[in-house]
């Protein structure tokens, strides 16, 4: 069974989380960022603006992919 992904609503906890993750996903989608951190059992994503984003993405310490 597959647990369903689970929204971050905190910037310092999404940071937190990168050190377990796989890897880090970015989509841009016009105005906003969406961060997806997967790690070993569950999908956790970070919905943010594009100024924000590339601070965390400097960050965070898993391999990041744009999407």
């Keep these: 069974m597959f647990k369903l992904p689970k929204e971050i609503f905190n910037e310092e906890e999404f940071v937190n989380l990168s050190d377990r993750a796989v890897h880090c996903r970015v989509k841009r989608v ?13 999908l956790y994503t970070y919905k943010t603006d594009p100024s924000s984003a590339e601070r965390i993405l400097r960050d965070i310490s898993c391999d990041i992919i744009e999407l």
């Design 30 to 42: 016009k105005d906003t960022v969406k961060l997806k951190l997967r790690t070993k059992k569950t």
